[in-house]
């Protein structure tokens, strides 16, 4: 896994290459010149005072308004920081820039929000959802500051990523908006943290909850090795599952084992986001989806079998029986994680996003030895 340097180190030539190179309209444009130009030139017509960061190699900046005075420990190898942040990512409409039927006042160019998380966790050692944003973070003072607006140029945002159905154009400046660190963690407290966001939901949103039903999942005698490598040098990083369970229909048949083929039917929901439903087989007649039981996600990886699931349901499933349905809150360490789930995707085109809590629904249908 790339550490903060590698990300920093690699990452940055990318997006600048993007940004002077894959220009695909006109002549290639210097477009790190370009966003600062465009950006001080606004930021002065309006007398907008704001800060200039200088945290990241290469010279790149975003502009923090109201200015602030503090900068955080720049990241080392292997950062283990995670951040919790209030993010409001929102396309700057440069191209009106001057134009008096849309820029008559600061806000009038600040459009849609690409992205709207009032809970957006990322870890430091994998990067945020782009280089501005780990800027912005590292140059936030304390939990519970709030800048009201960050510019971010396009070589620290998207570069020369366009998506139509996003609102986001071909080397877009964005801002963030109300920007706040909420809280920083460790791998460890995140995990805790999570526990008892789990433990909370179950008790406020599932029907008939009233206390854990089985310890070994929540209370720390289920341990997953979330990361080989966590800390370098081989060491790994463990924790306990945390795993919240509630049964809603009891079973008839065996108790679940490994080596166990198990047909199930499921439906998988955040448990914020007002609970959207992210994927389900339950609308689909009699399709049930087939999973062969393991110990663990790395015991079905080692296997090289052709399908997988998240480490949660290895450890959920065997707990179950043939007939049983049961609602399982999961931490993101039993799930996505810190890469959410699709590790080669920017956190603004996945459907789950990284340090998610995730709710399943699952009912074992039939048992094949």
């Not at 945020?128 to 944003?133: K, Q, R, S, T, Y």
């Not at 939990?143 to 960050?150: A, N, T």
């Amino acid at each position: 896994m790339n550490n903060t340097y590698k990300f920093f180190k690699f990452a940055l030539p990318v997006f600048f290459l993007l940004g002077f190179t894959s220009c695909i309209h006109d002549d290639i444009v210097d477009y790190f010149a370009k966003d600062t130009e465009t950006l001080e030139a606004y930021l002065a017509s309006y007398d907008i005072q704001y800060r200039k960061t200088s945290t990241l190699p290469s010279g790149g900046s975003v502009y923090i308004t109201p200015p602030n005075q503090g900068t955080r420990e720049l990241p080392k190898d292997f950062d283990l920081r995670i951040f919790e942040i209030n993010l409001d990512l929102r396309r700057f409409a440069q191209e009106y820039i001057g134009d008096p039927a849309f820029d008559q006042g600061p806000d009038d160019l600040v459009t849609h929000a690409l992205l709207k998380d009032s809970t957006y966790t990322f870890a430091m050692r994998r990067g945020a959802i782009c280089l501005g944003v780990t800027d912005a973070t590292l140059n936030s003072i304390v939990p519970s500051e709030v800048l009201d607006r960050i510019y971010v140029p396009s070589y620290l945002a998207f570069g020369g990523t366009s998506s139509a159905n996003l609102g986001l154009q071909f080397n877009d400046i964005v801002t963030l908006e109300n920007y706040e660190i909420k809280a920083e963690r460790t791998a460890y407290s995140q995990a805790e943290y999570e526990a008892l966001v789990a433990l909370q939901y179950a008790k406020d949103s599932i029907e008939g909850f009233t206390e854990i039903e089985n310890d070994t999942l929540y209370n720390g005698t289920s341990k997953s090795i979330v990361d080989d490598n966590y800390f370098g040098d081989d060491q790994p990083l463990e924790l306990p599952d945390y795993i919240v369970k509630h049964t809603v229909q009891a079973g008839t048949g065996d108790v679940v084992a490994i080596g166990d083929t198990v047909q199930v039917r499921y439906e998988g929901k955040f448990i914020d986001q007002n609970g959207e439903v992210f994927d389900s087989n339950t609308d689909s007649g009699d399709s049930k989806f087939q999973v062969v039981v393991f110990e663990d996600a790395k015991a079905a990886q080692d296997a090289s079998v052709s399908s997988t699931v998240i480490n949660g349901w290895y450890k959920a499933l065997r707990t179950m029986q043939v007939g049983e349905k049961a609602v399982f809150v999961m931490p993101s360490h039993t799930a996505y994680w810190q890469t959410g789930d699709n590790p080669n995707t920017s956190d603004l085109f996945k459907t789950i996003r990284p340090f998610k809590t995730l709710v399943f629904t699952i009912e074992i249908k039939e048992d094949e030895q």
